[in-house]
């Protein structure tokens, strides 16, 4: 069986997406922390969750080649 690229090149912008959102996240840090302690909670766990919305496409392209699932 021949080895992807599509799998290291996936990798490589997993890691990028995450040190992208890292310094976004980080930029706002200081309007965030500002704000009351619960909102804080609220704001860093949606942040949180929100950044792993495009890895099921980028995974599914990784595996199969196709960003979209077949038709059914």
């Known amino acids: 069986?021949?080895?992807s690229w599509?799998?290291?090149?996936?990798?490589?912008?997993?890691?990028?997406?995450i040190l992208v959102w890292v310094v976004l996240v980080?930029?706002?840090?200081?309007?965030?922390?500002?704000?009351p302690i619960l909102i804080q909670m609220v704001i860093y766990v949606v942040l949180g969750i929100v950044w792993i919305t495009p890895l099921?496409?980028?995974?599914?392209?990784?595996?199969?080649?196709?960003?979209?699932?077949?038709?059914?």
């Open 1 to 3: 069986m021949k080895a």
């Open 6 to 17: 599509r799998k290291p090149a996936g990798a490589i912008t997993i890691l990028l997406l």
């Open 26 to 35: 980080a930029s706002f840090s200081s309007q965030i922390g500002a704000l």
């Open 56 to 72: 099921k496409p980028l995974l599914r392209w990784m595996e199969t080649g196709n960003w979209r699932l077949p038709p059914s």
